[in-house]
């Protein structure tokens, strides 16, 4: 016996949200416990995320499941995408302990938490993974009139999402400045009649319409700022709220099993604790650091380069096995310190994460001094990036072209990198052909410390 309950299509993190929200909701009316309840949550919310990450789309189909005697919670998280086409590695790493934060994990988690797990995937036919937890001999008996209550509940709770205000407040706000260039196109027409009647006034009537031309530039300053903030809040409201939820579910859950006397079940949520706080630490930090970069009040101070590379090796996870070189002339220069541990943290820390060969990683740092600026170059043998990525990189929420889907990623790292050269009247670039890359980036002469000047 099977009788579907609810759908939901999943296309970003709001409905991943949602899909987390229905299956606590669900799991809750069944009669299912609170931790049960935020088991099967939790495992429908990392496999939705995974559609999300990987796919881009998909659905999620709630129902309810008699087999022998047993009536169970089902969701089937289904998406039409290229398939999985290493599931026997993945569950492979899971057993003999690979990180828990590593790419699959995502499955290996959620299929710990649930009664049934089963996947079907076929390469370019997409993926179906159904989820079933135990519905407790006691719960209530669900009937039609009952299954419909439930449904018209959900369907007059809907959640006002920020990013869905701070969209509608955009939206006005272009709709008032598409108002006011209306009107400014009606008053160049009354100034170009009165052009034509008075010629003593075209001077007047040329200024009026230098006004009118500043001000439709600052309307497209403005609507840029506009896009700033609405993929802003985003990243607050979708990349935060989700991970958020599931460290709030991972700790109730936590909390049941320290109450059920079962040390050893709470141990094995703290993997799946520390990759949420990881996830929300590395889009915070890249949040803040982006905020913060090109700020003119940050104090100047005399600065060793070889120093700062040194604090930025001991705050980094670099393997013993990538051999990083600095050279010996690097310079000494009178400026912010935290601007170049940014910019040398995101270099170097991209070299290492994206490297293919671990195992034979070199990173060499130098720096050239050219007639009017300072060149500071962070070279890697690792597999190159291709020509279009190669600009594509240094905008805001992109990652590297060759691995678009890390998690460890906030994608604002070479966006921060720009912004603070930026302040500084400096570029960075990157050379890439076939396999290792340079990245370039300048910085002004006239901050070199010479030999007089420490002595």
Same mark, same amino acid.
């Given at each position: 016996?099977?009788?579907?309950?609810?759908?939901?299509?999943?296309?970003?993190?709001?409905?991943?949200?949602?899909?987390?929200?229905?299956?606590?909701?669900?799991?809750?009316?069944?009669?299912?416990? @609170?931790?049960?309840?935020?088991?099967?949550?939790?495992?429908?919310?990392?496999?939705?995320?995974?559609? !999300?990450?990987?796919?881009?789309?998909?659905?999620?189909?709630?129902?309810?499941?008699?087999?022998?005697?047993?009536? #169970?919670?089902?969701?089937?998280?289904?998406?039409?995408?290229?398939?999985?086409?290493? /599931?026997?590695?993945?569950?492979?790493?899971?057993?003999?302990?690979?990180?828990?934060?590593?790419? $699959?994990? $995502?499955?290996?988690?959620?299929?710990? @938490?649930?009664?049934?797990?089963?996947?079907?995937?076929?390469?370019?036919?997409?993926?179906?993974?159904?989820?079933?937890?135990?519905?407790?001999?006691?719960?209530?008996?669900?009937?039609?009139? /009952?299954?419909? @209550?439930?449904?018209?509940?959900?369907?007059?709770?809907?959640?006002?999402?920020?990013?869905?205000?701070?969209?509608?407040?955009?939206?006005?706000?272009?709709?008032?400045?598409?108002?006011?260039?209306?009107?400014? #196109?009606?008053?160049?027409?009354?100034?170009?009649? &009165?052009?034509?009647?008075?010629?003593?006034?075209?001077?007047?009537?040329?200024?009026?319409?230098?006004?009118?031309?500043?001000?439709?530039?600052?309307?497209?300053?403005?609507?840029?700022?506009?896009?700033? @903030?609405?993929?802003?809040?985003?990243?607050?409201?979708?990349?935060?709220?989700?991970?958020?939820?599931?460290?709030?579910?991972?700790?109730?859950?936590?909390?049941?099993?320290?109450?059920?006397?079962?040390?050893?079940?709470?141990?094995?949520?703290?993997?799946?604790?520390?990759?949420?706080?990881?996830?929300?630490?590395?889009?915070?930090?890249?949040? +803040?650091?982006?905020? +913060?970069?090109?700020?003119?009040?940050?104090?100047?101070?005399?600065?060793?380069?070889?120093?700062? /590379?040194?604090?930025?090796?001991?705050? #980094?996870?670099?393997?013993?096995? !990538?051999?990083?070189?600095?050279?010996?002339?690097?310079?000494?220069?009178?400026?912010?310190? &935290?601007?170049?541990?940014? &910019?040398?943290?995101?270099?170097?820390?991209?070299? !290492?994460?994206?490297?293919?060969?671990?195992?034979?990683?070199?990173?060499?740092?130098?720096?050239?001094?050219?007639?009017?600026?300072?060149?500071?170059?962070?070279?890697?043998?690792?597999?190159?990036?291709?020509?279009?990525?190669?600009?594509? &990189?240094?905008?805001?929420?992109?990652?590297? $072209?060759?691995?678009?889907?890390?998690?460890?990623?906030? $994608? /604002?790292?070479?966006?921060?990198?720009?912004?603070?050269?930026?302040?500084?009247?400096?570029? !960075?670039?990157?050379?890439?052909?076939?396999?290792?890359?340079?990245?370039?980036?300048?910085?002004?002469?006239?901050?070199?410390?010479?030999?007089?000047?420490?002595?």
């Amino acid at each position: 016996m099977q009788r579907s309950l609810l759908k939901i299509n999943i296309s970003n993190e709001l409905d991943v949200v949602l899909a987390y929200k229905r299956a606590m909701q669900l799991s809750e009316k069944t009669g299912m416990t @609170l931790s049960n309840q935020t088991k099967f949550a939790t495992a429908v919310s990392e496999i939705c995320r995974n559609v !999300v990450e990987h796919v881009g789309s998909g659905t999620i189909q709630f129902s309810l499941v008699g087999e022998g005697g047993i009536n #169970l919670l089902e969701a089937i998280v289904s998406d039409r995408g290229r398939g999985i086409g290493n /599931l026997d590695y993945i569950y492979e790493r899971a057993h003999f302990g690979a990180s828990h934060t590593g790419k $699959g994990m $995502g499955i290996v988690n959620s299929r710990k @938490l649930v009664d049934i797990f089963k996947i079907k995937t076929e390469n370019e036919q997409g993926t179906h993974v159904t989820l079933r937890k135990r519905i407790p001999a006691k719960a209530p008996i669900i009937t039609k009139s /009952l299954q419909e @209550l439930w449904l018209r509940e959900f369907d007059e709770d809907k959640d006002i999402s920020p990013y869905e205000e701070i969209k509608k407040q955009n939206i006005q706000l272009l709709d008032l400045l598409e108002k006011l260039r209306i009107r400014n #196109l009606e008053a160049e027409q009354q100034l170009q009649e &009165i052009r034509r009647l008075n010629i003593q006034l075209q001077q007047s009537n040329s200024e009026i319409q230098l006004l009118s031309e500043e001000k439709e530039r600052k309307n497209l300053e403005l609507q840029k700022v506009n896009d700033d @903030l609405d993929a802003f809040a985003h990243t607050v409201s979708h990349d935060l709220r989700a991970p958020l939820q599931n460290i709030n579910g991972i700790v109730n859950l936590f909390e049941s099993c320290l109450k059920a006397a079962n040390p050893e079940e709470a141990a094995s949520l703290l993997p799946m604790l520390r990759e949420q706080a990881y996830k929300m630490d590395k889009m915070i930090t890249g949040i +803040l650091a982006y905020s +913060l970069a090109g700020h003119h009040s940050l104090h100047r101070q005399i600065v060793s380069v070889r120093q700062v /590379l040194h604090k930025v090796m001991e705050s #980094l996870h670099v393997p013993a096995s !990538v051999r990083v070189t600095f050279s010996e002339e690097l310079p000494v220069l009178y400026t912010q310190e &935290i601007y170049l541990y940014q &910019i040398f943290s995101n270099l170097i820390n991209n070299a !290492v994460k994206y490297h293919d060969k671990p195992e034979e990683a070199k990173i060499d740092i130098y720096c050239e001094q050219h007639p009017h600026q300072l060149r500071f170059i962070v070279r890697d043998n690792g597999p190159g990036i291709s020509h279009e990525d190669q600009k594509q &990189i240094f905008s805001k929420y992109e990652a590297l $072209g060759h691995n678009l889907t890390r998690n460890d990623s906030s $994608g /604002l790292g070479l966006a921060i990198v720009r912004r603070i050269l930026k302040e500084k009247a400096g570029t !960075v670039w990157v050379e890439s052909k076939g396999r290792g890359s340079r990245f370039v980036f300048t910085w002004p002469l006239n901050e070199l410390v010479t030999e007089q000047e420490t002595d």
